[in-house]
Every structure is written in structure tokens, then in C-alpha cells.
């Protein structure tokens, strides 16, 4: 018993400090989303249950995430058109539809389509949403209006024109947040920044009377839990949204993967990926049933449970129980919050997710993904989060698509002291032997890359001096095969045979091979030709030389 005390106290006290910053992000996160701020509560407190009761990380803080947010607004806004009634319901229609979207992706086992969103795509989608952030939020910090409902560069030509309208005392309280909360995180890392920012909003506004300099602030919030609510169109809404929660979905899932597994890596124990898609619609279902708006995983709050010692889901709970202990009990010192303290905290926030790093590395490694990464950055940034999206997928299709139908190929040859063969490309001083040609293909010959595969096999050729009396095809790289790839491989075949170049198979695999001979290709090669290795096809194509 005694033993199980400290992590039952260590939990409580992760889950006080979640709280502690989950508070003040929400209310910022949720006027991002375009709701008023409470709503941001809402959707971080049954979230949290529903997820403790399903996910497989012991971990991981779910809610409102600013990539979400932003994604939620530009999905909405025009859809509601100006009314408020229309956009909440909206929005929790939006909600439920990532939910069962998520449970059925967990249920068929999907959670590996994630993998459409690779690395240079998911770190563009950040960056772009970071400059979508951060931007939005200038008009706010400096107190002067500024469309948000425009790509990035009409944006920040909106600002630009209205900065000569900034409100000084506005600006002021802006900048001393962003301060305050840049310098407490150097001094006091283990400290909630957010918290403490907003605490400094307040008793500037408090101790300096800004009130009276019109600086504004969050105003009235409502105390107690709302209701459920199901929207009277939900069914319509639902399908027009579909496509949309789709994107949402996926993307989310992308975005909390990372956090799940790196934490779990770190603490020790296994997750089901599957099972973290569930949970993940889960709390998807249980914010729209709060009356608030697509969640995600929050990798800075699971970092600040992790650091405050959250061992398991326990600590998510007291998170959740403290959130709704203070909409029951204590809003009232929320209203004194300075809108431009949360529009500090969210440029900041969003400023965190724009990964320098990763794009100097793909620079340096790969020009092409690093360029895909930025062709994603500015289509989410300019015309929208999931057009920029889809637009970079195709893009990464394309590109894969393009490197397949062009893959790398090699005429292997012998290089003293390197067991085997090796490709004369890569080794120089490779000796090819005379009247065999040895020839790999690295990538499964399919419909895209058949009329590739015999070009080069013909350009190989012509170019071989003497003409090869034998063509050993490796197809070690092979692992897979279609109709057109085996068509092509009885062209070459026939095409060789008319010049008296006996063809011979290496290494080619089962499923490969089984193709092969159900198309009746393998009988016409001959199924002696076929060898487990380069060295027992060249042994026997010398030993034919000979009795030739």
C-alpha cells in the first residue's frame, strides 16, 4: 500500500499542473477555433475521461491543439456565414464526425494509413500552420483589426496597412506577456509559461487600471457544464463535412502519433496504434457532446504531465476534475484576462511548431522533400489547411510515382576482396566477365516503369562490348510483379532469344516467381535457368560456354 502512494500523489499533483496551463491555452486556443473562450474549456475537460477510458498511453494530454483550432476555423467560418448558433453546431457536428471516423479507422485497423502523411509533408503542415498562427494573431496583440479570413501574404498586407491604427496599451500588455512568458520559461522551465502570462495580464489590468485605456479582455464567462446539444441539421452537416472530418481526422491522428510513441519509448511500455485511433474518436465524440470542437494530443501538456511526474492516466482525470471544479466554482478572475495575453500565448504557440531543423535537414539530405515540404507550407498557409494538404499529398504521389518509374539499375561484376557482385557504378574496378552480362533492376516492375525496364535493358546491351551470349537478369530487388511487368519480361526474353542471348533468372523471389510461371512466362525461360545466386547462374553459363 505504501508503495502505491507516491504515484497516486505524483499523478494528482501532474494533473493540478495540466490544469494549471491546460486553462489559459484552452480559453486562447478556443478563439483561435473562432469561439468565445470558455468553449476552449468545454472541449478540454470530458475529452480527458473519454480518452483515459480507451487510450494505451499513460501519457498523453488530450484537447484543444492549435493546429485543430486553426484547421476547425478555416473549415467553418465560411460555412456558417456570420452566425454563431450555425457555428457551434456546426462545429459539433464536425466533432462527431472526426470521432466516428477515428473509431471506424481504429475498428478496421487503419491506423498505418498515417503513413500518407510523411515527414516532409507533416512538417510543412506545422510550419504552414505556425506562419497561419502567428499571423493571425498580430491584429489581436496590437488591439487593431485585421482579416483573418485571407492567405498568408493578404494577410500580413492587412496589417501592414493598419499598423499605423495600433492601441498602444493594447500593444504594451501584448509584449509584456510574450516577455514574461519567454523569460519564465528560461528561469523557471518547469513552470507553465502560459500560467504565467496570463496571471501578469491580469494583474497589469488589475494594478494599472487598463479597463479605463479600453485594453479589452475575455469578459463574462458562464459558469457551470453546458448540456449535450445535437444540432437539428446534424445529418446533412455530417455529410457535407465529411471530406472535411476526413482531413481533420488524419491529421490529428498524424500530429498526436509522435507524442504517444516518443513518451512511451521513454517510460517503457507498448501502445497500440490502433487502439490510440479509437480513443482518439473517443474524445472526439465527448467534446461535441461538451459543446466544443475538434481535440487532439497536446505534446506540450503531456510533456509538462510527464515532467510533473504523470505515471498514468490517473493524472488526466484530476486534470479534468480541477477544470470543472473552476467552471462550477471560479471564473469570475478569468473575465479579467487581457485578450492580448491570449493572443501572446498563441503566437508563441504557434511560433513552437515551426520546425527550422527538420527543413535545414531535409535541405542538406533531400532537395526534393525539403521542397515538398515547403510547397506544403505555403499551400496551407495561402489557400487553406486542407487544400495545401491534399495539394502536397498529390505532389508526394507524383514524386514517388516519378522515382518508380525511374528507379536505379546496375551491371554487376566482380571486385576483389567484396564477397559476391557489386554494381560497376558504385566500384570502378569492377570486372565484368566476357560474354555475360549481369543485370539488376532495383524496383518492382510494374505498369509505370515496363517501358523504362525494357530501355534500358536494350541501351545496356548496345552499349556491351563484345555482344553477350548470356543475360543473367538479377531480380533480387524485384518484389513485385504485374501483367504488364510480366508481358515486358517475355519481350525482352523473346527480343534476346532472336540474337542468340540465352536468358537466365537470379534470386528471383517466391511471389515473383509464382507470377511468373502461372503467366507462362517461366516456361519459355526454361525453369533450369532460374538460380539462387549471380555466382551459380555465372558458373553455369561458363560451363555452357565450354561445352559450346
Known amino acids: 500500500m505504501s508503495r502505491r502512494l507516491p504515484i497516486v500523489s505524483s499523478d494528482v499533483l501532474a494533473g493540478i499542473a495540466v490544469a494549471a496551463i491546460e486553462i489559459p491555452t484552452a480559453l486562447a486556443y478556443a478563439q483561435l477555433a473562432g469561439f468565445s473562450p470558455v468553449v476552449g474549456l468545454y472541449a478540454s475537460i470530458l475529452p480527458l475521461v473519454g480518452y483515459a477510458l480507451v487510450g494505451s498511453s499513460r501519457q498523453l494530454i488530450v484537447g484543444p491543439d492549435a493546429a485543430t483550432c486553426a484547421i476547425v476555423a478555416a473549415t467553418l467560418i465560411d460555412l456558417a456565414g456570420g452566425n454563431n448558433d450555425r457555428y457551434l453546431d456546426l462545429s459539433i457536428t464536425l466533432s462527431f464526425a472526426v470521432g466516428f471516423i477515428c473509431i471506424l479507422g481504429g475498428i478496421l485497423r487503419l ?22 498562427i502567428v499571423t493571425s494573431q498580430l491584429g489581436k496583440i ?3 483589426s485585421v482579416r483573418t479570413d485571407t492567405g498568408l501574404f493578404l494577410r500580413l498586407g492587412d496589417f501592414v496597412a ?23 520559461g528560461k528561469i523557471w522551465p518547469r513552470i507553465p509559461g502560459a500560467l504565467v502570462g496570463v496571471l501578469v495580464g491580469i494583474f497589469l489590468m488589475k494594478a494599472l487600471n487598463l479597463s479605463v485605456w479600453a485594453v479589452p479582455t475575455v469578459g463574462s464567462i458562464p459558469s457551470g457544464i453546458p448540456l449535450p446539444h445535437f444540432p437539428k441539421s446534424f ?7 465529411l471530406p472535411d472530418a476526413t482531413g481533420i481526422a488524419l491529421i490529428c ?55 510533473a511526474g504523470g505515471r498514468s492516466k490517473a493524472s488526466g482525470l484530476v486534470a479534468a476534475t480541477t477544470m470543472t471544479a473552476l467552471l462550477i466554482f471560479g ?13 501572446a500565448i498563441l503566437i508563441l ?13 531535409m535541405f542538406y ?18 489557400i487553406g489547411v486542407l487544400a495545401g494538404i491534399v495539394l502536397a499529398v498529390v505532389l508526394s504521389i507524383v514524386m514517388l510515382l516519378l522515382r518508380a518509374a525511374n528507379p536505379s539499375d546496375a551491371v554487376l561484376g566482380r571486385v576483389s576482396g567484396v564477397d559476391g557482385y557489386a554494381d560497376t557504378n558504385e566500384f570502378p574496378d569492377a570486372e565484368t566477365i566476357p560474354g555475360i552480362l549481369i543485370y539488376r533492376f532495383d524496383a518492382a516492375l510494374v505498369f509505370f516503369n515496363a517501358e523504362y525496364f525494357k530501355r534500358r535493358v536494350r541501351e545496356t546491351i548496345a552499349r556491351t562490348d563484345p555482344v553477350p551470349r548470356h543475360f543473367v537478369f538479377d531480380m533480387e530487388a524485384i518484389n513485385g510483379i504485374d501483367v504488364t511487368g510480366i508481358e515486358s519480361l517475355e519481350e525482352i526474353r523473346s527480343e534476346l532469344a532472336s540474337k542468340d542471348i540465352a536468358f537466365s533468372v537470379v534470386r528471383a523471389k517466391v511471389r515473383v516467381r509464382e507470377r511468373i510461371s502461372r503467366a507462362g512466362v517461366a516456361g519459355r525461360i526454361g525453369e533450369e535457368r532460374f538460380y539462387q545466386s549471380v555466382r551459380s547462374a555465372v558458373q553455369a553459363c561458363i560451363g555452357q560456354a565450354k561445352f559450346e
Open 162 to 184: 493598419r499598423v499605423p491604427d495600433t492601441h498602444i496599451p493594447t500593444l504594451l500588455v501584448g509584449v509584456a506577456t510574450l516577455l514574461v512568458i519567454v523569460i519564465a
Open 111 to 132: 491506423g498505418s494509413l498515417a503513413n500518407l502523411l510523411s515527414r516532409p509533408i507533416l512538417v510543412g503542415f506545422l510550419n504552414g500552420i505556425s506562419l497561419t
Open 331 to 343: 471564473t469570475g478572475p478569468l473575465e479579467l484576462i487581457p485578450k492580448p495575453s491570449l493572443g
Open 253 to 307: 491522428f498524424c500530429s498526436s502519433m509522435p507524442t504517444v510513441k516518443s513518451f512511451a519509448l521513454r517510460r517503457g511500455y507498448q501502445i497500440d496504434v490502433n487502439r490510440e485511433l479509437v480513443a482518439l474518436g473517443v474524445a472526439n465524440l465527448a467534446s461535441g457532446l461538451s459543446n466544443g470542437f475538434a481535440v487532439a494530443g497536446a505534446d506540450s501538456r503531456t510533456a509538462v504531465n510527464d515532467q
Open 365 to 382: 539530405v533531400n532537395r526534393s522533400e525539403f521542397a515538398l515540404s515547403v510547397f506544403a507550407t505555403l499551400g496551407v498557409a495561402t
Open 142 to 144: 496590437c488591439g487593431i
Open 235 to 241: 445529418w446533412a452537416d455530417a455529410v457535407r463535412l
Open 349 to 361: 504557440a504557434g511560433a513552437a511548431l515551426f520546425e527550422v531543423r527538420a527543413v535545414r535537414e
